[in-house]
């Protein structure tokens, strides 16, 4: 049984990929980390001997810990996470466990290089409408919370990544963009190695939309309709992807918890 301030595999798990997932940082030691460099989902790397330096640093919101057994780091590192006021778990038999348990862990080796801040930059086009959404909400939801998009005039986007040190993507001829008949949802999900049935079925809805296949999944309709709202409702390309977070972490929901649930209200029974 877990102690009062240790989360469970099982507890954690059904937290990834949502909005109201903790903070998850990783602390394993380099030696570690350079065994096996996958994170869990939406995690980052600190230093667990120097966490004064960094507790600041995080977001106001509780945090969960994760060294390699979840013992010595992430204990002493979430203690000083809570003497900082910031609510801290630690990982059950953290890295470990969580790997034993064959949850998703994220491929780090194609991870974009990060800024003085430690967040990953991407660019692309502007006014996006179905995948330039879709992929800032895979990345901000598990592979880099704080990651930053950039969106500029079409013709820019090499110009401005190079120039500013940010990946392209949903671009041609970059490594981040549609292959073949798939879209670049479906290359993320495959690099990194997000092999989450969730995240599958809802990558089949964004390439129906994306593509103009509306065949490939009955949902698929619904999300071109909803994006197409959403591109007109807002000038502000960060404002939009910020209001579409909600369409796409309840497209999420959906796809692991409701897909057998239906509504049948009003029913077809004839009034008294």
């Known amino acids: 049984m877990p102690s009062p301030t240790e989360i469970t595999v099982s507890q954690l798990s059904r937290l990834v990929g949502l909005p109201q997932c903790p903070t998850i940082v990783d602390v ?60 801290t778990e630690t990982l059950e038999g953290g890295f470990e466990a969580w790997k034993a348990d064959k949850q998703p862990l994220v491929r780090t080796e194609k991870l974009p290089k990060r800024d003085a801040q430690g967040r ?25 919370p704080n990651a930053v998009f950039l969106f500029v005039g079409a013709s820019e986007v090499q110009a401005v990544a190079e120039r500013f040190s940010a990946t392209p993507f949903d671009i041609d001829g970059v490594f981040w963009s549609h292959r073949g008949e798939t879209c670049t949802f479906d290359t993320m999900v495959d690099e990194f190695g997000l092999d989450i049935p969730a995240l599958r079925r809802v990558a089949a809805i964004v390439r129906g939309a994306d593509t103009a296949r509306l065949d490939l999944a009955p949902e698929a309709a619904g999300l071109l309709s909803v994006s197409l709202g ?43």
């Open 28 to 87: 394993r030691t380099d030696q570690d980390f350079e065994a096996d460099p996958r994170l869990l989902p939406g995690a980052i790397r600190r230093p667990a001997l120097d966490p004064a330096q960094w507790a600041q640093s995080l977001a106001a919101k509780p945090a969960v810990v994760v060294c390699q057994r979840g013992a010595k780091l992430s204990q002493g590192a979430a203690a000083w996470l809570r003497h900082a006021g910031i609510a």
């Open 230 to 272: 959403l591109s007109r409702m807002y000038r502000d390309d960060l404002e939009q992807l910020a209001a579409a977070m909600t369409v796409y972490d309840s497209l999420y929901r959906w796809a692991r918890d409701a897909t057998d649930e239906t509504h049948n209200w009003p029913t077809s029974q004839p009034a008294r």
């Open 120 to 144: 990953t930059v991407w660019v692309t086009r502007a006014r996006p409408k179905i995948d330039r959404v879709a992929c800032p909400w895979l990345i901000r939801r598990f592979v880099d």
